[in-house]
């Protein structure tokens, strides 16, 4: 079997096609894995780093749990640089259902909004921040939010600043409460 496809790249002249692409065996096989809904996509600005999350991938045994594929731009060819999944993969934590990239394609953040915590809150999710230095990507943080009975979401919106320095965190399904506010 043969798959097709025309990537279509947006720039300052517009947004050109690329040539027809055809790819078959396993090529095939991966592009429709990375690319297959429902997938996440994030760009660094200058277009040499693009990053895919399959947030619904099978890890192992563990369904949904997740993957979230990194491809750098080298010399005019993507590879694959890196696959990320969680540092214990679960059913349904839903790895990659968010993801956030510095425009210097150096900080990744990937929201796992039903990441399993420890009771009273076993879905309460986490955001996992990483960075890519000369030897690869590591994972730099786990961000999560207070154990509460009824936290659900943590990680379910995330965006990210251009330097990779600040990081909005979204959580809308939890009625958290900042200095007596609910948020």
């Not at 300052?12 to 096609?17: F, T």
């Not at 921040?129 to 690869?136: A, F, M, N, P, Q």
């Amino acid at each position: 079997d043969q798959a097709t496809y025309i990537l279509v790249a947006r720039n300052k002249r517009g947004c050109p096609n690329s040539n027809v692409v055809d790819v078959t065996g396993r090529e095939r096989d991966a592009i429709q894995l990375v690319f297959a809904p429902p997938t996440r996509l994030a760009v660094s600005a200058d277009g040499s780093t693009l990053v895919a999350a399959n947030f619904v991938h099978a890890v192992g045994e563990f369904e949904e749990s997740g993957s979230v594929f990194i491809h750098r731009k080298r010399h005019g060819e993507w590879q694959l640089e890196n696959v990320l999944t969680a540092a214990i993969p679960d059913t349904q934590t839903h790895f990659g259902r968010e993801i956030a990239l510095s425009a210097d394609g150096r900080t990744l953040a990937i929201g796992a909004h039903t990441e399993p915590l420890d009771v009273p809150c076993p879905r309460a999710g986490a955001v996992f921040v990483y960075r890519r230095s000369s030897t690869g990507w590591a994972q730099h943080s786990k961000l999560t939010i207070a154990p509460r009975e009824d936290a659900f979401g943590f990680g379910l919106k995330l965006d990210i600043s251009a330097p990779g320095d600040v990081l909005a965190i979204g959580s809308p399904y939890d009625a958290a409460s900042v200095n007596g506010t609910s948020v």
